[in-house]
């Protein structure tokens, strides 16, 4: 993020924010940014790890003039990376050559602090919490809770509605029918969570919590 | 599923109602009257509460009997049942006939139960055709079928596959070539003890070559021991199937004729043969098992030489199909249980509460009633200390929940939100000193207040006439009776809390009797909402609906909540 500073910039605040509202730690270290989309209004946070230089090499139309950039992680709106998190696209080993495959994360998605991330596809409304591990080729539905500290092994499919927890994690229990409703605005931009400051649901519309982040 | 503090839950008092009645006729167990019933507080130690104690998403509302529904106080009826690993729905017919498993190529490791992949086994060297053999193989703890001997020839149908092989690589003969076989031995075994009675001791070669496998499988005995019964029950039952007498159990129809003989006089006086009573297994071939000494001997023998660790931990063995195996060679992939997508009804009107979409990938509802839309959500927030610094800057360090200090006056904001499109007046309740052994002390300062109806979100924002409430005065603008701040539809009160002192700092060192998650400091609220509704459609009627205009009633809901402030911290 070492800019030449040739004009006045605005006071330089802890995250870069783009057009479509994305919010971008300078802290952040993020590789082959050219294979990233992110969807507008995601949070990346400090120290957090996007590998998008591990894209796949497969897929490259060599035959055209024009070489179409490959993507390797794509994320959708409203998603928080927190501190510490490492978002590594999965690879396969084939015929002696490691392929890397692309991965996809929703919308409304929050990944906790120190997580390591390798799944093919995250879908919308997932709470992971602080200290997961999710191995490669893991595909997580909608609406799915991973309790904090869990190992999802490799090529595990969770199906939708369900708490993960352990290592290896197992599925443990059912989110409620209330997950991710907010209550009937709630206002006041106070304990709308689970009863306490937090201003946001788990598995909610995020919304309010990348306002917050500044 | 641990929650980080603070966090609220709500008690669903179905089970209390219906054992109220129970627990007063047995006075020696429960001497409480109903009502001590009603004076009771809610204690959140009980060991009971775990039981009542729901967050607030968890909960439904049924809105004809006009209370919450926990999971306790609803009935489910499964819509579908699915793969959780491969996602496909599988046909209620098909989970009647084939089990609740998964029949494709979904299985878990039998060591760790994460799911497992199908591998090949190809040599690089020497490629074979079918990039075969496959093995299934745990990403996770590194365990495999090859560890069982069992190898695939294909890597699809692994279910058809793993049932004919079993540990070791061997072929398990289906039921008929089991059937065959059974038939061959008994004739064997008749014609020699034939001989045997003719002429003194002669073996047969062929009968001794099966007795060198060992003891029978399972499944062997299994089939065994049920083919032994099926011919026990022909046996019973007559050539002439329109007899009156000598039943066939398992047929609906003749079950039906037995009824009829018990209701009609008639029949009675027929004379009725005394059925010859059953015997039961004799032999292996029967599905006799007889207790062999040699076979614990040896497994002794195997632990004395491979330890405890070839040995299978208790989950392990539950999770088998076969609940009789010891040691780790005899550990077989574990088919993926299959789940089931749930429909709930209230248990006692029966109405709807939750109905999700009948197809499996979606995973909308076509009905759902949250408690979240009908009760108030309780939360909870430390309040920093206003005389010192009005607005907290930012950079100020968050207060931590997990080391509360016992002793001193600690505030905190409560703040009830309202999601009804009614104004309410809440009144709070707390027992002065929270139960259990380490004993807080509660004071909430404004017990009763108002909370507003859950308007138009615009109406915020397009200045309604709430006027801001000013803290000001020397206590940092904290009073009794008073509350704290108000929105639209909100309310926060204060509350002070002094944590109590996990050893009484009188007593005797060493007294340390606290159990597991007794320094969490919980504190029960009852919370009593007033409001006036429109009377429901069906209790009014159709026909004066229109004369009076909207009929309202006078609601009143009342119920417990637990609010967990945090953990007290070690003095």
Known sequence: MSRPSARKAAPKGEYIETDSGNKVSRRSAITGTANITLGGRTVIMADVHLRGDLHPTRAVPSSSGKEATPTSISIGRCTVISTGSVIKPPSRISRGQVHYYPMKIGDNVFIGPHCTISAISISSHVHIGEHTTIQPFVIIKENVKILPHAVVPANMVIPSGSVVGGRPAQVVGEVGEGWGVSGGGAGGGLGVGGGGEKSWVEGGDLRELVRSVK | MARPFPYTYYACDCFDNKVTGVSTKRASTQPQSPEDEDERTFDPKNPRSNYSLYPLEHLLYCEDCLQVRCARCVVEETIAWYCPSCLFEVPSSVVKSDGNRCTRNCYNCPVCMAPMTVSSLEDPTDPSASGGPWILACPYCHWSTAETGIEFEKHTGITAQLSRIANGGKLIPTSKERDKQRERQKELEN?????????????????????????????????????????????????????????????????????????????????????????????????????????????????????????????????????????????????????????????????????????????????????????????????????????????????????????????????????????????????????????????????????????????????????????????????????????????????????????????????????EDEDILEIPIFVRLEFEADVNAEDRGLSDSRGERAAREKREEAFWTVVAVGRIAEV
């Open chain 2, 191 to 515: 014609s020699k003890s034939r001989n045997g009675m003719l002429s003194g001791s002669e073996d047969s070669p062929t009968a001794d070559s099966n007795k060198g496998d060992g003891p029978p499988s399972h499944d062997d005995l299994f089939s065994n021991l049920s083919a032994f019964y099926k011919q026990q029950l022909a046996a019973q039952t007559p050539s002439n199937p329109f007899s009156p007498h000598d039943i066939n159990f398992s047929s609906p129809s003749s079950f039906s004729r037995i009824m009829n003989l018990y209701s009609s006089t008639t029949s009675k006086k027929q004379k009725r043969e005394k059925p010859t009573p059953m015997r039961e297994a004799a032999s292996v071939l029967e599905g006799l098992t007889i207790h062999d000494a040699s076979v614990d001997a040896v497994a002794i023998e195997r632990i004395k030489q491979s330890g405890w660790s070839s040995t299978l931990s208790p989950s392990q063995k539950l999770a088998q199909s076969t609940p009789n195996m010891r040691f780790d060679n005899e550990l077989r992939p574990v088919a993926t249980l299959l789940h089931t997508k749930c429909g709930k009804r209230c248990r006692s009107c029966r109405h709807i509460l939750s109905k999700p979409e009948n197809k499996i990938t979606s995973t909308r509802y076509k009905i759902k009633l949250l408690a979240l839309h009908h009760i108030p959500r309780l939360s909870l927030r430390h309040l920093a200390n206003p005389s010192t610094n009005p607005v907290p800057p930012a950079s100020a360090p968050t207060f931590n929940y997990n080391e509360l200090k016992s002793g001193i006056p600690t505030h905190f904001l409560l703040h009830l939100s309202n999601p009804i499109f009614e104004p309410i007046k809440v009144t709070l309740a707390t027992p002065q000193i929270t139960p259990g052994k380490i004993q807080s002390r509660v004071t909430i300062l404004c017990p009763q207040f108002d909370v507003g109806a859950n308007t138009d979100v615009w109406d915020d924002a397009l200045g309604s006439s709430l006027d801001p409430i000013r803290h000001q005065g020397g206590s940092g603008g904290i009073e009794a009776g008073k509350i704290w701040d108000r929105g639209r539809n909100w309310t926060s009160v204060v509350i002070e809390i002094v944590p109590g002192f996990l050893r009484d700092p009188l007593a005797e060192e060493g007294v340390d009797d606290l159990d």
